[in-house]
């Protein structure tokens, strides 16, 4: 059974950075697409960002583009989320996602991601 065990959550000023991590375990890490979603108090989930199961191709969403940068490190069938120059707005509980197919993750509302992490708050003070 595919498990999505998150880290790196807390409390930051803004201007801040944070890095977000994301392990996969129970199944082959590659055979998976990986995104980060999140999903603000009373607001819907959103996209944030994913990589592709090639490893090859990085996706983001317009209003993080130049400050988050997703990447993996196979070996330990992680995902990271760097998140840098934070802003009030990117308050939300952040979300990891594996997809076997990358056009489920990317982009999407996440409606027919396979597999979810717990959540990680990210509160970011202003």
């Known amino acids: 059974q595919v498990q999505l065990a998150e880290s790196g959550g807390g409390w930051v000023q803004a201007g801040g950075s944070l890095r977000l991590s994301c392990t996969l375990s129970g199944s082959p890490f590659s055979s998976y697409a990986m995104a980060w979603f999140r999903q603000a108090p009373g607001k819907e989930r959103e996209y944030v960002s994913a990589?592709?199961?090639?490893?090859?191709?990085?996706y983001y969403t317009d209003s993080v583009k130049g400050r988050f940068t997703i990447s993996t490190d196979d070996a330990k069938n992680t995902v990271y989320l760097q998140m840098r120059s934070l802003k009030s707005e990117d308050t939300a509980v952040y979300y990891c996602a594996a997809d076997t197919s990358n056009w489920d993750v990317v982009g999407t509302d996440g409606s027919r991601v396979d597999f979810w992490g717990q959540g990680t708050q990210v509160t970011v003070s202003s």
């Open positions: 990589i592709s199961k090639s490893r090859s191709t990085t």
